[in-house]
């Protein structure tokens, strides 16, 4: 019967909340609305309450209701996880009410919701770099702020998100293969977050590649491949001594210089090779060109001999007197 009797009770009460808030969302009475909300708020019903505070702004504009309901919309915004409306209007609040003693937690608040929305790091992260400025926005304004106090926290959370996208991103060319893109990619994230944690993993993969490509690599590149990545292996050593990446390099350096060395002697080869087809070039051209030479000789000998005999036809012509006339005489 107890139970029966609790349970009624529940369904009435359940019934009356929603009735008073179907009665609020159909008023026009500011102060029904209002109220409603604000219960709505206490009792962590973020809905229900943003509901109502929706429309409040024009009932309350210019009374002293009008921060109240700014800050609280927000606030309940916030809860729900509307992140990037809850930042906005915390933001307007700070702006529009420039003397209420709630400026800064708001301008905070602001903050904190872009943080909150910042996306994964596999995601796009204009969000991420947004909510950077956002933070340091507070921090260049309320140094001395107790709230301050995480802030370079939350900021460098956020911009390890950075970086680690964009590590992740020069890690998906060197799993394609990709190893002169992965060099360059690696090395930006370094010239990008010159701070970063992930250096030494950074390093790894930068001296792997530049192996990769060395080993890899044309025959007009090799050398100059080859140097690039030995010299990389002796920064790893310089600044991170007896360390696992350290380890790596020392035995990426002994192939390296095996390879080196089998390249001086395919290099002297090549190199011979090449030497002796450009002699042979040089012998066939002098050939080709003394044959030239001997069939144009040959060819100006026959026009001097045809021009001669053309000379003594036009010569013979020119002294052979023509013939007398002869004239018939009757006989």
Avoid: H
């Avoid at 029966?4 to 929603?18: D, E, N």
Wanted: proline share 3%; glycine share 2%.
């Amino acid at each position: 019967m107890k139970k029966y009797i609790l349970g009624i009770f529940t369904v009435a009460v359940l019934a009356s909340c929603a009735s008073k808030q179907e009665r609020a969302m159909k008023s026009a009475d500011k102060n029904l609305i209002l109220k409603t909300a604000n219960e709505n708020f206490a009792k962590k019903k973020w809905k229900n309450a943003l509901a109502l505070y929706d429309r409040l702004p024009n009932l309350v504009a210019g009374t002293d209701d009008a921060p109240n309901v700014v800050f609280n919309s927000a606030y309940a915004n916030y809860y729900d996880k509307n992140y990037r409306l809850a930042g906005n209007q915390f933001k307007n609040f700070a702006i529009s009410f420039p003397q209420d003693k709630r400026r800064e937690e708001a301008a905070y608040m602001s903050a904190l919701c872009y943080y909150e929305g910042s996306m994964d790091y596999n995601l796009d992260q204009s969000t991420t770099q947004t909510a950077i400025n956002e933070l340091q926005d507070f921090l260049n304004n309320y140094p001395n702020s107790e709230r301050s106090k995480n802030i370079n926290t939350l900021i460098d959370e956020l911009s390890y998100k950075l970086e680690f996208k964009a590590y992740e991103n020069a890690r998906q060319y060197y799993k394609m293969a990709e190893y002169k893109a992965a060099n360059v990619a690696f090395e930006n994230v370094l010239e990008d977050f010159p701070s970063t944690k992930l250096r030494p993993q950074i390093y790894d993969y930068i001296v792997k590649s530049r192996y990769e490509l060395a080993t890899k690599s044309v025959y007009d590149l090799k050398d100059e491949r080859i140097e690039s990545a030995l010299s990389f292996t002796r920064q790893i050593e310089k600044e991170m001594p007896n360390t696992e990446v350290s380890k790596t390099a020392l035995e990426i350096r002994s192939k390296l210089e095996k390879e080196k060395k089998d390249f001086v002697v395919v290099k002297k080869n090549t190199e011979a090779r090449i030497a002796a087809l450009t002699e042979r070039q040089k012998k066939l051209e002098a050939q080709n060109a003394e044959k030239a030479k001997t069939i144009q000789q040959e060819k100006d000998q026959i026009d001097a001999e045809k021009k001669a005999m053309q000379i003594q036809r036009d010569s013979a012509a020119i002294s052979t007197p023509p013939p007398a006339a002869t004239f018939k005489i009757k006989r």
